[in-house]
C-alpha cells in the first residue's frame, strides 16, 4: 500500500490575524498551509524522477482495489484528494499530462522544492510581492540560459555530443555572423522538415527514450511503417495503442492499420467478412435511444397523443434499435465505428446481420476512416444516407486471445482502408495492472519523439540543463544586485535545483544519499568556474560503466520549460491567492510585512 502523505488530509484554515511587527518576528516559524500541503504531496512522488521509477500500489479501502502506477499523474489520479490545494495541483498536472504527456514528474517535483524555497523566504521575513518578483526572475535567467544552450537536430543526430559547457566554450570562438538564431517564443517551435529529414531519427529517439528503450523501439517502427505512407514525421494524431492482457512484454508489436479486441460473439462476423471490401459508417457520440448531442434542449411541457394503439407492446428502446438496424440494413454498411459508447442491445442485434460494431474509437481516428474511405461523420445513426456511406474498407483477423481456461475470450483484428497512415501499438503484459503504465510509457516515448520534431532542438539531459540553470543563478547574484531579498531568493532557487539532481542521482543508484551526489555536484560547479573542461557525465560515471552507452540523454525544450513555469505558476498562485483572501491585501499593497500566516 502506498503512503501519499499527511498533507492530502488538512484541514484549511480560513481566518486571519493581523498583528504587530515585533509579534511577527517571535511566531515567524509558523509555515503557510497551503504551500505545505504541496510540498508534502510532491514528496510521495520523488521516486517517480528519472529513469529508473519505483512503482507503488494504491488500495482502495473502502473497495479493495488496488492501483500499480509509476507517475505523477496517475498516483494524483488514484488518491482521494480532499483538499483544495490537491485538487488545484491535480488539474494542473492532468492539463499538462493531457497536452504533452509527458513531464508530469518534474512538474510535481518542482513545484515542492519551489514551495519550499517560498516557506523559507515567508520564515525569513521577505515580502510575499518580493518573493514573486524574484522567483519569477530566476526562472527566466535559467529559461533564457536554456534557450542558449538548445542543440539542433542535427548536432544530435550527426555531430559528437559537445557538454554544455564545453560548447559554451566553443561558441565563444565563432563569428557572430555564422552562430546559431534562436527563436526566444514562449513555445520555441520551429517546424523546419529539412532538419527532421537530415537528422537520424534513431540517434534522437535513443537520446529522448529516457530508460524506456523498448518502448521507444515500438515508436520507431510505427514512425517507419508511417514513413511509408508519405508522413515526413511521427503523426500523434494517426497512432493508436491497443493494450492486451495476457501475452508477456515480447510479443508486443506495431500493425499497420486499426487493430481493435472484438468479443467472441462478433469474431464470426469478422470471419464473414474478411478478404472482402466493405462499407462503413461513422458515429460521433454514443449510440443509444436516450444519447442527445452536447446542448440538445428537450422540449418541456409537450404530451404525446395517439389514436393508434401499440399493439406490438414493443418498448421505446427496442423500436428504436429495429429502425437504426433497419437503416444499416438498408444502405449495407459493413462495418460502424463509433466514438462513444454502443447500447448492447443494437450490437447483439447486428451480428446476425454480419454487421460489424465497434465502439470507443477516437475521433481523429474516425476523421481519417473519413478522409480515406469518403465516409461523412454523423451524430445521430437516424442521418445515415447514401451519401454518408464510405466504402474501401478491409477488415483482417490478427490473432485470438484466450482466457487461462481455454476459451477464446477476443480476438484482435486490423482494419484499414487505402491510403492511411494509421498504425497501432500491440502492447502486451503478463501483469494486467501494469498495462496502464507500459500504454503511458510508449505515448511518453511518443510525444517526446514528436516533441523533437517540433521543437527542432533539444536540451542536454542528465542534469545538464539544471547544472547549468544552477551556475547561471549563482553568475546572476554576484553581479551586484540592488534587492538583497532578491538575492536570498536566487540562493534558495539554486538550492532547489541541487535538491532536483541529488534526488535524480540517487534514484539512479549512482549515489547512496543525498549527501552525496550534492558533494560531487558541488565539486563538480567549483571545478566549472575554476576553468576546468569537465563534462557532466563524471556525474553518471558509475551508471555509464554498467550500460556501456554512448548515446547521450536529452529532454524536450517545449515539456521541459513548460513544466517549469507550469511549477511556478501554481506556487506563486497559490501564495498569492491566500494571500488576499487571508489578509484582505490586493497585490501592490506594501503591507505584507504586517501579516503572519497559520
Same mark, same amino acid.
Given at each position: 500500500?502506498?503512503?501519499?502523505?499527511?498533507?492530502?488530509?488538512?484541514?484549511?484554515?480560513?481566518?486571519?490575524?493581523?498583528?504587530?511587527?515585533?509579534?511577527?518576528?517571535?511566531?515567524?516559524?509558523?509555515?503557510?498551509?497551503?504551500?505545505?500541503?504541496?510540498?508534502?504531496?510532491?514528496?510521495?512522488?520523488?521516486?517517480?524522477?528519472?529513469?529508473?521509477?519505483?512503482?507503488?500500489?494504491?488500495?482502495?479501502?473502502?473497495?479493495?482495489?488496488?492501483?500499480?502506477?509509476?507517475?505523477?499523474?496517475?498516483?494524483?489520479?488514484?488518491?482521494?484528494?480532499?483538499?483544495?490545494?490537491?485538487?488545484?495541483?491535480?488539474?494542473?498536472?492532468?492539463?499538462?499530462?493531457?497536452?504533452?504527456?509527458?513531464?508530469?514528474?518534474?512538474?510535481?517535483?518542482?513545484?515542492?522544492?519551489?514551495?519550499?524555497?517560498?516557506?523559507?523566504?515567508?520564515?525569513?521575513?521577505?515580502?510575499?510581492?518580493?518573493?514573486?518578483?524574484?522567483?519569477?526572475?530566476?526562472?527566466?535567467?535559467?529559461?533564457?540560459?536554456?534557450?542558449?544552450?538548445?542543440?539542433?537536430?542535427?548536432?544530435?543526430?550527426?555531430?559528437?555530443?559537445?557538454? +554544455?559547457?564545453?560548447?559554451?566554450?566553443?561558441?565563444?570562438?565563432?563569428?557572430?555572423?555564422?552562430?546559431?538564431?534562436?527563436?526566444?517564443?514562449?513555445?520555441?517551435?520551429?517546424?523546419?522538415?529539412?532538419?527532421?529529414?537530415?537528422?537520424?531519427?534513431?540517434?534522437?529517439?535513443?537520446? +529522448?527514450?529516457?530508460?524506456?528503450?523498448?518502448?521507444?523501439?515500438?515508436?520507431?517502427?510505427?514512425?517507419?511503417?508511417?514513413?511509408?505512407?508519405?508522413?515526413?514525421?511521427?503523426?500523434?494524431?494517426?497512432?493508436?495503442?491497443?493494450?492486451?492482457?495476457?501475452?508477456?512484454?515480447?510479443?508486443?508489436?506495431?500493425?499497420?492499420?486499426?487493430?481493435?479486441?472484438?468479443?467472441?460473439?462478433?469474431?464470426?462476423?469478422?470471419?464473414?467478412?474478411?478478404?472482402?471490401?466493405?462499407?462503413?459508417?461513422?458515429?460521433?457520440?454514443?449510440?443509444?435511444?436516450?444519447?442527445?448531442?452536447?446542448?440538445?434542449?428537450?422540449?418541456?411541457?409537450?404530451?404525446?397523443?395517439?389514436?393508434?394503439?401499440?399493439?406490438?407492446?414493443?418498448?421505446?428502446?427496442?423500436?428504436?434499435?429495429?429502425?437504426?438496424?433497419?437503416?444499416?440494413?438498408?444502405?449495407?454498411?459493413?462495418?460502424?465505428? +463509433?466514438?462513444?459508447?454502443?447500447?448492447?442491445?443494437?450490437?447483439?442485434?447486428?451480428?446476425?446481420?454480419?454487421?460489424?460494431?465497434?465502439?470507443?474509437?477516437?475521433?481523429?481516428?474516425?476523421?481519417?476512416?473519413?478522409?480515406?474511405?469518403?465516409?461523412?461523420?454523423?451524430?445521430?445513426?437516424?442521418?445515415?444516407?447514401?451519401?454518408?456511406?464510405?466504402?474501401?474498407?478491409?477488415?483482417?483477423?490478427?490473432?485470438?486471445?484466450?482466457?487461462?481456461?481455454?476459451?477464446?475470450?477476443?480476438?484482435?483484428?486490423?482494419?484499414?482502408?487505402?491510403?492511411?497512415?494509421?498504425?497501432?501499438?500491440?502492447?502486451?503484459?503478463?501483469?494486467?495492472?501494469?498495462?496502464?503504465?507500459?500504454?503511458?510509457?510508449?505515448?511518453?516515448?511518443?510525444?517526446?519523439?514528436?516533441?523533437?520534431?517540433?521543437?527542432?532542438?533539444?536540451?542536454?539531459?542528465?542534469?545538464?540543463?539544471?547544472?547549468?540553470?544552477?551556475?547561471?543563478?549563482?553568475?546572476?547574484?554576484?553581479?551586484?544586485?540592488?534587492?538583497?531579498?532578491?538575492?536570498?531568493?536566487?540562493?534558495?532557487?539554486?538550492?532547489?535545483?541541487?535538491?532536483?539532481?541529488?534526488?535524480?542521482?540517487?534514484?539512479?543508484?549512482?549515489?547512496?544519499?543525498?549527501?552525496?551526489?550534492?558533494?560531487?555536484?558541488?565539486?563538480?560547479?567549483?571545478?566549472?568556474?575554476?576553468?576546468?573542461?569537465?563534462?557532466?557525465?563524471?556525474?553518471?560515471?558509475?551508471?555509464?560503466?554498467?550500460?556501456?552507452?554512448?548515446?547521450?540523454?536529452?529532454?524536450?525544450?517545449?515539456?521541459?520549460?513548460?513544466?517549469?513555469?507550469?511549477?511556478?505558476?501554481?506556487?506563486?498562485?497559490?501564495?498569492?491567492?491566500?494571500?488576499?483572501?487571508?489578509?484582505? +491585501?490586493?497585490?501592490?499593497?506594501?503591507?505584507?510585512?504586517?501579516?503572519?500566516?497559520?
Amino acid at each position: 500500500t502506498c503512503a501519499v502523505g499527511s498533507g492530502l488530509r488538512t484541514r484549511d484554515i480560513t481566518w486571519r490575524r493581523k498583528m504587530s511587527r515585533a509579534s511577527v518576528a517571535s511566531i515567524g516559524q509558523q509555515r503557510h498551509i497551503a504551500l505545505q500541503q504541496l510540498e508534502a504531496i510532491a514528496t510521495t512522488t520523488h521516486s517517480f524522477l528519472g529513469p529508473n521509477k519505483r512503482q507503488k500500489f494504491i488500495q482502495d479501502e473502502d473497495g479493495g482495489n488496488v492501483a500499480l502506477v509509476s507517475s505523477s499523474a496517475r498516483l494524483l489520479e488514484n488518491v482521494e484528494m480532499d483538499s483544495s490545494v490537491a485538487q488545484l495541483l491535480n488539474e494542473t498536472i492532468q492539463a499538462h499530462q493531457k497536452i504533452l504527456r509527458s513531464g508530469t514528474n518534474t512538474l510535481v517535483f518542482l513545484t515542492g522544492i519551489w514551495s519550499r524555497v517560498a516557506l523559507d523566504c515567508l520564515h525569513r521575513g521577505i515580502s510575499v510581492l518580493r518573493i514573486k518578483n524574484a522567483m519569477t526572475k530566476g526562472l527566466e535567467v535559467c529559461l533564457e540560459a536554456c534557450r542558449r544552450s538548445a542543440v539542433c537536430l542535427e548536432e544530435v543526430s550527426g555531430k559528437k555530443d559537445l557538454d +554544455v559547457f564545453e560548447r559554451k566554450k566553443t561558441e565563444e570562438k565563432l563569428p557572430q555572423n555564422i552562430r546559431l538564431t534562436l527563436k526566444h517564443s514562449r513555445h520555441f517551435t520551429s517546424n523546419d522538415l529539412q532538419a527532421v529529414k537530415s537528422a537520424d531519427v534513431s540517434h534522437v529517439a535513443h537520446g +529522448v527514450s529516457h530508460g524506456c528503450q523498448d518502448s521507444m523501439n515500438l515508436v520507431l517502427e510505427a514512425y517507419k511503417l508511417q514513413s511509408g505512407y508519405n508522413t515526413s514525421a511521427l503523426d500523434i494524431q494517426k497512432l493508436v495503442t491497443c493494450p492486451v492482457s495476457g501475452p508477456s512484454e515480447k510479443h508486443s508489436r506495431v500493425l499497420h492499420g486499426y487493430v481493435v479486441l472484438v468479443s467472441a460473439e462478433q469474431s464470426s462476423v469478422v470471419q464473414h467478412l474478411q478478404e472482402q471490401t466493405l462499407k462503413i459508417a461513422l458515429v460521433t457520440g454514443d449510440l443509444s435511444e436516450k444519447y442527445r448531442h452536447v446542448g440538445f434542449n428537450r422540449p418541456a411541457h409537450i404530451t404525446h397523443v395517439t389514436d393508434r394503439p401499440d399493439v406490438t407492446c414493443a418498448s421505446r428502446e427496442e423500436r428504436w434499435i429495429e429502425k437504426a438496424s433497419k437503416t444499416l440494413r438498408r444502405l449495407s454498411v459493413d462495418v460502424l465505428l +463509433v466514438s462513444g459508447a454502443v447500447s448492447v442491445k443494437l450490437k447483439d442485434h447486428c451480428i446476425p446481420y454480419n454487421i460489424l460494431v465497434v465502439e470507443g474509437v477516437r475521433t481523429d481516428i474516425l476523421k481519417d476512416f473519413s478522409t480515406s474511405t469518403g465516409a461523412v461523420l454523423v451524430s445521430y445513426i437516424t442521418q445515415l444516407t447514401e451519401r454518408c456511406v464510405g466504402r474501401g474498407l478491409k477488415i483482417r483477423r490478427w490473432r485470438e486471445f484466450s482466457s487461462h481456461g481455454g476459451k477464446n475470450e477476443s480476438t484482435a483484428i486490423s482494419i484499414t482502408a487505402a491510403g492511411t497512415s494509421l498504425v497501432t501499438a500491440v502492447i502486451t503484459s503478463s501483469v494486467r495492472a501494469e498495462l496502464r503504465s507500459l500504454e503511458d510509457r510508449f505515448w511518453s516515448c511518443a510525444h517526446r519523439l514528436h516533441q523533437a520534431f517540433t521543437d527542432g532542438k533539444l536540451l542536454r539531459g542528465a542534469a545538464a540543463t539544471e547544472l547549468l540553470c544552477i551556475q547561471q543563478i549563482y553568475k546572476s547574484t554576484r553581479t551586484g544586485m540592488e534587492n538583497p531579498h532578491e538575492k536570498v531568493v536566487m540562493q534558495l532557487m539554486a538550492d532547489g535545483w541541487m535538491d532536483y539532481i541529488s534526488t535524480l542521482m540517487l534514484n539512479c543508484g549512482t549515489v547512496s544519499c543525498k549527501a552525496e551526489a550534492r558533494t560531487s555536484v558541488t565539486r563538480l560547479l567549483r571545478l566549472r568556474e575554476d576553468g576546468e573542461p569537465v563534462c557532466v557525465k563524471a556525474l553518471w560515471a558509475p551508471m555509464e560503466a554498467e550500460t556501456d552507452s554512448e548515446t547521450s540523454v536529452y529532454d524536450n525544450v517545449t515539456v521541459k520549460f513548460e513544466a517549469w513555469r507550469r511549477a511556478l505558476d501554481l506556487v506563486l498562485l497559490v501564495l498569492q491567492s491566500d494571500t488576499e483572501i487571508i489578509t484582505g +491585501v490586493s497585490e501592490g499593497e506594501n503591507v505584507y510585512n504586517e501579516f503572519v500566516f497559520l
